[in-house]
């Protein structure tokens, strides 16, 4: 296993447009979650899934932002009508789900959006 | 709500010196402390962690300690090397079954040794 992948790696867009990321976790974990890191500033939770279950969204994840998991095992990040201010590195993490608490992330290097 | 607070950086070492990057948090009852690092170009990785009171967390030769009383969770390592340039999380993850795992990141702290 090479770990928890993330497509695009940057992902230049004008706004108003579009924009899907990709994340494959780790095959065995069974639980996801998306993180949003502007410059400067450590990472915000965004939502996370237990298998193809959304459990939590943030309140930072707007009406434009959805994701899904839909068989347990891929996500996918969309944000819809892209705005300067949604310009961030969007990372992706997976973990056993066996009591949670943070123990066993595995991040991803994150996709760098840049909206124009 | 929960929150990690950091010392701001950057922090400017010469290679053989004394780190510390302070942590401090704010939650309610007993989260689990972390300290995570990126490298130029690379994900997070776990550094250390502890999850509970007076817990000492250490990994290549970093450490941090749960402190309750002073609701701290400092970063320490005795000689720092060129290598250890990254930026360096302080992160916690709430108590509670129902949390989810997720984890509260502080705002992050450069670090930059020099030769």
């Known amino acids: 296993d090479t770990g928890v992948s993330q497509d695009p790696r940057h992902k230049i867009t004008k706004r108003g447009q579009n924009v899907t990321f990709r994340c494959d976790p780790i095959?065995?974990?069974?639980?996801l979650y998306w993180y949003r890191q502007t410059l400067g500033q450590g990472p915000e939770f965004l939502t996370y899934f237990q298998n193809e279950a959304q459990l939590e969204k943030s309140r930072l994840l707007s009406d434009r932002f959805s994701a899904e998991r839909p068989k347990g095992s891929f996500s996918t990040l969309e944000i819809q009508r892209t705005e300067q201010g949604d310009s961030a590195m969007y990372l992706c993490?997976?973990?056993?789900?066996?009591?949670?608490?943070?123990?066993?992330?595995?991040f991803g290097s994150g996709t760098r959006l840049t909206v124009v | 709500g929960d929150s990690v607070t950091q010392m701001e950086g950057p922090v400017t070492l010469s290679e053989e010196a004394f780190l510390t990057i302070n942590c401090t948090y704010t939650a309610t009852g007993y989260p689990s402390l972390f300290w995570y690092v990126q490298y130029p170009g690379e994900g997070l990785q776990l550094l250390l962690k502890a999850t509970k009171a007076d817990d000492k967390g250490s990994n290549k030769g970093f450490e941090a300690t749960y402190r309750k009383e002073t609701t701290s969770f400092h970063l320490e390592k005795g000689s720092v090397q060129v290598s250890d340039s990254a930026v360096y999380f302080c992160?916690?993850?709430?108590?509670?079954?129902?949390?989810?795992?997720?984890?509260?990141f502080g705002q992050g702290t450069e670090l930059s040794v020099k030769p």
């Open positions: 992160a916690l993850s709430p108590p509670g079954g129902n949390q989810g795992g997720k984890l509260i």
């Open positions: 095959s065995e974990h069974n639980r």
């Open positions: 993490a997976s973990s056993t789900g066996t009591g949670g608490r943070g123990y066993g992330y595995t």
